[in-house]
């Protein structure tokens, strides 16, 4: 147990009440002559926000002073919501007064208290410390005056603009998109001070607008040059010692199945019945971590990304190109070294046999989904020619779809039916179509496969119980079931047994149910809403959603971290390396890992979701005054949120209903009129307006056109 491991367990127990540095050295055993470090040791822990240094330079918990250590979440209007690090912690409302210079995402200590009223915002903060600042960096679009500027940031929970003094400005000009680096924080009275060190372009400017969006989250766009000379060095041919030491397949029937545009092919499978009627599954995974070591400079900056980000005209990757799109990727014809995952799989959908090995396979085709999906729905004649010798094997591949999405069904995994959005642009980067993406019978497919062999490494890990990174997603918040229950009502539906908690099959049945009905997208998204969100974590706390006791992430390493650092567990376990020493390494650095990758993960959906809705407001510019049918898909106290059929979404402010004065009902998501009792729901069919774009904001603004 490390020292600071050992300070925390003395301070938590029962009673302890602040300790001077001398009472915890008696306690620890430390020297006179080991003071100096064991000063330094504390001193980083009041700066992580682990400890407090009260005013007598006493040492004591942060929970112990009543104080909570977290993350705060800023507001276009100027509060906050501090987000805990404690999971049995609610939110707490911070007022602008109250922030004390704090900004949105900074990690802060503060301490919370209740404000009298009988209120959702009943508890409210103040920011006791700025522990890490998030925003050294901000992004927006400058304003300039004659021997002063401004720069409005582009994310809007960052309520301040920045003060930029004339020797700061660096020649910027009004409406130009920048990268403003802060030299002075907010206080009560004064703006954050800042000097322009980018400037990215006119905000009008094509490409400027994404730009903006990577600069904004700190994207990390190039590689450094030292990443690229490793890459570089890496060879693009496998050799002949690497495949001397595997199982050779590569006269096994590997493909791949991907996107038309994809580049990254990092999973092929083979399938083939057996004799007593069994499917034989292979998933054969890029074995990434054969060329990226760990510790070395490209591990490092692969684990600093986390993640590759899918922007909606470009790709962020984890990994260089000579990896991703080179020696890694399954290109068909070319050998390449794997992991393969074999599953015998019975008729009822279960794996009744597995084996993982270190194998070299050459894919024997790359298949694209919608060709796939043509052939299997459509039997395409052309596409039947072009896929011939495969055939069986896509014939093969739906059946064991079927049986296992049927395993999955039985056992209540919730699969929603949501659409994807596919934005089309133009050479330049303007959005000339934007519509809902299709789920085919090819894409579903390899879902059913990759989540097989995702439960199938997770469990043979847990039964042997070593350190690991799972894909977890915990059970739903009770009190949010019950609100959700509440709100289905509505529509004439009901959760059955629900109570001390609530078993997935309830939910399934309740997709089930709604399935082609007008209702089913929107309950849809507000069950989506009240469930948890997925994450990484050390412990195996299961997966609610897919109704799975064991789950992990293994089959996309060239695009996530979590299943880089899986393969490696894999091969040391393969190769009997999992001593003592090296378990105990795996159960120090995994916690911190799944933390830092989860939190990668959640930047990179932000980053998407900002330039998807980007590209959504850019095209509905030239729409004023153009009317749609859509669906309500939010209500709040200040408006309605309404859906058009190609996924658009846009705002119709309550103060532009003018036949009555409309209040909100939270529990029941609806607005409804004091005098006419009109009611506005969630899933209710509307025709609106199109009146107002807003590019900065990127929002959009409807009026309901009356029927």
């Known amino acids: ?278 499917f034989k599954l292979g998933v054969h995974i890029a074995d990434v971590s054969h060329y990226i070591f760990a510790g070395s400079p490209l591990d490092k900056e692969s684990l600093a990304r986390g993640t590759s980000v899918y922007l909606v005209d470009r790709v962020v990757p984890m990994l260089p190109k000579e990896l991703s799109n080179g020696i890694c990727s399954l290109n068909p014809g070319e050998d390449r070294l794997t992991i393969s995952v074999f599953m015998e799989i019975n008729r009822q959908g279960k794996v009744v046999n597995h084996e993982i090995a270190e194998t070299v396979i050459r894919s024997h085709k790359r298949m694209i989904y919608e060709d796939v999906t043509r052939i299997l729905v459509e039997r395409d004649p052309e596409l039947m020619a072009e896929y011939e010798g495969f055939i069986e094997e896509l014939e093969n591949a739906r059946e064991l779809c079927q049986i296992l999405s049927g395993r999955r069904a039985k056992r209540g995994s919730i699969d929603f039916n949501l659409a994807e959005t596919q934005i089309i642009l133009d050479d330049n980067g303007k959005p000339v179509d934007i519509r809902p993406l299709e789920r085919g019978i090819s894409n579903r497919m390899i879902e059913e496969f990759m989540v097989v062999c995702n439960e199938t490494i997770a469990e043979h890990i847990h039964w042997q119980e070593t350190p690991f990174i799972y894909r977890v997603h915990e059970d739903p918040d009770i009190e949010k079931m019950l609100d959700f229950n509440e709100f289905i009502h509505n529509f004439g539906y009901h959760l059955k047994g629900i109570g001390e908690g609530i078993h997935p099959k309830v939910l399934h049945n309740l997709l089930k149910d709604i399935k082609d009905k007008p209702e089913e997208g929107i309950i849809s998204a507000v069950m989506l809403r009240s469930l948890q969100k997925a994450k990484y974590s050390h412990q195996n706390l299961g997966h609610f959603g897919l109704a799975s006791k064991n789950y992990c992430h293994f089959t996309a390493p060239i695009r996530r971290y979590p299943d880089l650092m899986i393969h490696r567990i894999i091969k040391e376990s393969i190769h009997g390396k999992l001593n003592k020493k090296r378990l105990k390494q795996l159960e120090d650095m995994l916690p911190g890992m799944a933390m830092h990758c989860s939190n990668r993960e959640r930047v990179a959906e932000e980053a998407e979701r900002d330039t998807d809705d980007l590209k959504k407001a850019e095209f509905m510019l030239d729409k004023i005054g153009e009317e749609f049918d859509g669906i309500i898909s939010g209500v709040t106290s200040f408006g309605l949120y309404v859906q058009l059929p190609n996924t658009v979404e846009g705002l119709v402010r309550i103060s532009s209903i003018e036949d009555d004065y409309y209040n909100y009902n939270e529990k029941h998501y609806c607005l409804i009129g004091e005098r006419t009792r009109r009611i506005f729901r969630l899933g209710d069919s509307v025709k609106v307006r199109v009146v107002k774009v807003d590019m900065v904001m990127r929002n959009i603004d409807f009026l309901l056109v009356e029927p």
């Open 1 to 278: 147990m490390d020292i600071k491991t050992r300070i925390l367990e003395i301070l938590k127990e029962r009673n302890t009440p602040p300790l001077f540095p001398d009472q915890l050295m008696e306690i620890l055993d430390i020297t006179r002559e080991e003071r100096g470090v064991f000063l330094d040791i504390l001193n980083d822990m009041v700066e992580d926000g682990q400890l407090v240094m009260t005013r007598k330079k006493k040492y004591a918990l942060p929970q112990t002073l009543g104080l909570l250590v977290g993350r705060l979440q800023g507001n276009a209007r100027g509060f906050a919501f501090f987000i805990p690090d404690a999971e049995d912690e609610e939110d707490v409302f911070i007022p602008a007064e109250n922030l004390n210079g704090a900004m949105h995402n900074d990690r802060v200590m503060i301490r919370a208290f209740r404000n009298g009223r009988s209120s959702a915002r009943s508890r409210e903060g103040e920011v006791y410390k700025v522990l890490v600042r998030a925003n050294k960096t901000v992004v927006g679009t400058f304003e300039r005056d004659r021997n002063f500027g401004f720069v409005i940031p582009d994310d809007a929970r960052i309520s301040n603009d920045i003060f930029i003094s004339k020797d700061n400005m660096q020649n910027a000009e009004t409406d130009y998109k920048v990268v403003v680096e802060i030299l002075r924080w907010p206080d009560l009275r004064r703006n954050p001070e800042g000097r322009i060190i980018e400037i990215l372009g006119h905000k009008d400017e094509a490409g400027t607008d994404v730009l903006s969006i990577i600069r904004q989250y700190n994207l990390p766009e190039e590689f450094p040059e030292e990443i690229i000379k490793v890459a570089n060095k890496i060879p693009q041919k496998v050799s002949q010692e690497d495949i001397a030491k595997r199982r050779d397949l590569r006269s096994l029937k590997t493909f791949t199945m991907d996107g038309a545009d994809a580049k990254d092919l990092d999973d092929a499978i083979s399938i083939e019945k057996v004799k007593n009627g069994n």
